[in-house]
């Protein structure tokens, strides 16, 4: 697979896990772009839970990071509504923060609208609330949501 092909898959995931209201998908340029640094990885899950997805396992979700230091931040994790509740979420995640533990990151922090239902997952994983960007997020009826800021604690580094 290259990573043409896996930038299509994000995008099919993004198009259908992001609720439009909301404005949080990125285009495809935003995607590309990140992905030319070399701090920024992916991580693809199909879904029977495979993290080397083929050509014949439909793409579930995906995650995307970005390294500082010894600090990572969650960029983007979605999985497509016909593949929640089954685990798949949780699978990814987990595979998320231990490559992270595995390249030497002592935090890893993520930022989310205040009623993204993934709130439950991450909180599940041990992140906690650490900030507050009030208004931060404007849905397409021009709502203002709250943005929360979240971090993991991954090693006593």
Wanted: overall charge negative.
């Amino acid at each position: 697979m290259d990573h043409d092909d896996d930038i299509d898959r994000i995008m099919e995931v993004m198009a259908g896990a992001f609720a439009p209201e909301y404005g949080e998908a990125w285009n495809r340029r935003q995607i590309t772009d990140a992905l030319l640094l070399p701090s920024t990885r992916y991580c693809l899950i199909g879904a029977r839970g495979s993290f080397d997805v083929t050509d014949d396992e439909p793409v579930a979700g995906f995650a995307l990071t970005r390294a500082i230091v010894d600090e990572e931040e969650l960029l983007l994790f979605a999985v497509l509504p016909q593949y929640r509740r089954k685990g798949l979420g949780a699978t990814l995640l987990a595979e998320v923060i231990a490559r992270a533990r595995s390249r030497g990151v002592s935090r890893m922090f993520l930022e989310m609208r205040r009623n993204n239902p993934a709130g439950k997952l991450y909180t599940g994983f041990g992140f906690q609330n650490i900030g507050v960007r009030p208004g931060y997020y404007r849905t397409a009826g021009g709502q203002r949501l709250d943005a929360l800021t979240q971090e993991l604690q991954i090693s006593d580094k």
